[in-house]
């Protein structure tokens, strides 16, 4: 298996004036059959909200979903009850209904979503989040989410991992 690069511009977008989105795959109503999900990966969506702006409180069924906050703060309610809001370098992790609000007056929000399939349907929903090093070690992976649990990782319900990682320009890195 290897990555294949896929520039921005080559990305689907959703501009709804508040929320700015780019979609690795197809999402929404954005649709290309050529990139429908990779495995169980099925939503990578680069977005930036406007602030005071959000989504309404809407359903996830059957869906792991991690939330990374690049830049701004990212509010966050569920229907478990659960509410918070998230910093720059945190991951949120649900598997709940939930809303996602910019919280701030003045600056913009921008985080990556990703949505994993879990391995079955149903099941009680889940909530987890972590605040990630804002330092990694160079030209190397840190485990931040995974189906089998270990090294301080966010455990999901899925056969799945997830790494951060900060790679030097024209550096490559393997991993096994």
Known sequence: ??????????????????????????????????????????????????????????????????SYVLEGRLEHKDSMGNGSIIETGALQYMSAGNSEFNPSRTE??????????????????????????????????TLVFSGKPRDGAIGIRADADGYLGRLDAGRKLVHE
């Open 108 to 141: 913009r929000v921008h985080f990556l979503q990703i949505w994993i399939l879990p391995d079955g349907s149903g099941g009680e929903p889940r909530y987890a989040e972590k605040q990630l090093p804002s330092e990694t070690k160079p030209n190397s992976l």
């Open 1 to 66: 298996m290897r990555a294949t690069k896929r520039p921005a511009a080559s990305r689907g977008q959703t501009e709804l004036g508040w929320l700015h989105s780019q979609h690795t795959f197809s999402f929404g109503e954005y649709r290309d059959p050529a990139h429908m999900g990779f495995r169980k990966l099925r939503v990578i969506n680069d977005d930036v909200v406007e602030p005071g702006q959000g989504f309404g409180t809407h359903g996830h069924k059957d869906a792991e979903i991690l």
